[in-house]
């Protein structure tokens, strides 16, 4: 096939993409009806984002969908987007940042390839099935391309497949690999089978942590589908702004974000919601993808021992079970998840540096960090609540 004839467009809204022709794309394997592998990149995800306003003017994520077709067909698709700085990000490079401009060059804008918000392992290069080789080449040549023909400093594809990691290093780009944390399961049919893997010691301070958080006061539920109500998230909205004001100063998401997701999302999340009396003081919510159970916002009004792990882990962990899914991912950072079961998994991403120079020094830290990455996660998982050999066969 002739990559000449794929015409290579790049557009601001993704209003100017029917939903159809965008997730046979980003989720080929939900066509018959059945879950994307993740929501994350689905036109639905993608366009409330933009609709709500978390991302466009003024937030430093202005959308740049690159789009591939062949004889009028998209073949392929990425979310892009023009980046004024480097937050919402979660594999981040500030340092590269500052050292660049500590040199006289201007880092910013640069391009993002990724899903605004939201450390989750997934797709990137959106390619329909059968145009996966010419897809994947085209969608790096074009985002390259634009990014030089803009004079902008930089590409950053985050939270990739380690499949297009291997597939863009052939391509050019740099590979970069960090690490979180997440829950694997291992056949268990109940939370207490999980227990029975750990430590007796581990195992103990995780029953422990679990009578506390219950004494809160009130009861736990899950609401998902058609049980989620407006006024969940009226509450939610609260939890999720004392959150992020502490973490980062501004909330990532605009209120309107989490009403469009009740209209067009509803199965695809599950919150979680801590309530005395019928009324919510702290939630933590989940996406719901074919395989995984991916935690994203938490938050509360109430401050409890042991909450926190309740919501965001423990029933992420119970209703990863009862669903029959094959992990969970907890979201980016925190060494406290790995003695509440979730282990040291890798995560990718893939860069171009347009400065040659600066482009031979970012490859050499690549190269010691990786070796870095590599003991931490051999270190950390040797500290894991498992069982030596459960641990041993996890691995």
Known sequence: MDQAQIEIQVLGTLSQIEAAAWDACACPEAAGGGR??????????LHALEESGSVGRGTGWQPQYLTCYLDGQLIACAPLYAKGHSQGEYIFDHNWAHAYEQAGGRYYPKLQLAVPFTPASGRRFLVRPGYEEIGISALVQGAVQFAADNQLSSLHVTFCTENEA????????MPRITQQFHWLNDGYDTF???LAALSSRKRKNLR??????????GRIETYTGADLRPEHWDAFWQFYQD??????GTPY???AFFDIVHDTMA?????VLAEREGVPVAGALNFIGASALFGRYWGCVEHHPCLHFELCYYQAIDLAIEMGLARVEAGAQGEHKLARGYLPAETHSLHWIGDPGF????????RAERAAVDEEIDILTSYGPFRKSQVEEQE
């Not at 199965?267 to 919150?271: E, G, H, K, Q």
């Open 267 to 271: 199965d695809d999340m599950a919150l």
């Open 166 to 173: 291997e597939i863009g290093a052939q391509l050019g780009l």
């Open 243 to 248: 959150t992020g004001s502490r973490k980062w």
């Open 253 to 255: 998401l605009t209120r």
């Open 208 to 217: 422990k942590e679990r009578r506390q958080a219950q004494a809160f006061g």
């Open 192 to 194: 207490d089978a999980f």
């Open 36 to 45: 994307p592998n993740d929501p994350f990149t689905t036109h639905r995800f």
């Open 359 to 366: 482009r031979r020094a970012i490859a050499q830290y690549l």
